[in-house]
């Protein structure tokens, strides 16, 4: 019951900030660009240094815990049951399929993963293992993917240098370093000088990442005509419904978790699809319809699911 008390309260909090950012789109508060301001700043700026500031501070063994198993067998299993799927109802062409894919399994452990995280859990550095997992290594295989079905070849340097322009990556691959030299030395080696400036931009991300999320909310309309509503549909569920209940299944009785371990990571799997698969289907001029609509389905449905959670596991 306390589990799904908190739920309520981060969810509120998460929900008047989004509504601010509806209202001041609604009012045209800020001019026709003040989204794309607000997520770039907060992508290339805020969310980095929160990163930095958060990881920089943590032990290693806090990091790089059991728990990435867990987010990577769930995630790899959700989207191989959509590719099974799309062969045997779908039928989508590979670039379409590998959108599917992302859509079904690619968690938004940034805009919507880092308030819950923060809010929900009480830990934002529980979606690092996330952040480092997708960038590291579902990227790259989805990159690849859609080079091979779009152009027929692989770009290995963009495939390559993929994780050298994701700022959010490099604070968090920044952060790694800094606790792990700290720890070598016994002491913080960073003056509070330069960390408490650092510190006091990344608090800026969550308000920054929900407000814009908020403006983004004014003017869609999903599942249009042209859109495969059942793909779409399906890709949703399975992301917000059946990769929760893979990692459920995985974390208990296979890595043997328990309170709020396990809690942590039914809660991370039902994270919404990432705004991260629209980028990429747009670098391609792939499945953009698709995804767009994918990544808003799975984000308007996906605190209900995270109440059932709250209700059922939290303490």
Request: net charge positive.
């Amino acid at each position: 019951m306390l589990g799904l008390i908190s739920a309520m309260q981060g969810f509120c909090v998460i929900g008047i900030i989004i509504l601010i950012g509806y209202i001041a789109a609604r009012f045209r508060i800020g001019g026709p660009t003040a989204q794309m301001v607000l997520n770039r700043f907060s992508y290339f700026v805020s969310t980095p240094c929160l990163m930095f500031a958060i990881l920089s501070k943590e032990h290693l063994s806090d990091v790089f815990k059991p728990s990435i198993a867990v987010a990577i067998a769930c995630a790899v299993i959700t989207g191989a049951i959509f590719l099974a799927l799309n062969a045997a109802v779908f039928r989508m062409g590979p670039a379409d399929a590998t959108i599917g894919v992302l859509d079904s399994m690619y968690m938004n452990a940034n805009n919507i993963g880092l308030p819950i995280a923060t809010y929900i859990l009480g830990n934002p550095a529980a979606v690092t293992p996330i952040v480092l997992i997708q960038q590291v290594l579902f990227t790259p295989i989805a990159l690849t993917s859609l080079d091979l079905s779009s152009r027929g070849k692989v770009s290995v340097k963009a495939i390559v240098t993929q994780p050298l322009h994701q700022p959010i990556l490099i604070g968090v691959m920044i952060g790694i370093v800094t606790s792990a030299v700290s720890d070598a030395a016994g002491w913080f080696v960073v003056p509070s000088y330069i960390y408490d400036p650092i510190n006091i931009v990344g608090n800026s991300a969550v308000p920054l990442i929900l407000m814009a999320f908020g403006m983004s909310l004014r003017g869609s309309k999903p599942l249009g005509k042209d859109t495969n509503r059942a793909a779409t549909i399906t890709a949703a569920l399975l992301k917000n419904a059946v990769m929760p209940m893979v990692a459920f299944l995985i974390a208990y009785f296979l890595m043997g978790f328990r309170g709020p371990e396990l809690y942590s990571c039914v809660v991370l799997a039902a994270l919404p699809t990432a705004q991260n698969v629209y980028n990429y289907a747009a670098r391609y001029d792939i499945g953009t319809t698709f995804a767009r609509d994918g990544i808003l389905l799975s984000t308007l449905s996906s605190p209900i699911f995270i109440f059932v959670i709250a209700g059922l596991l939290g303490s």
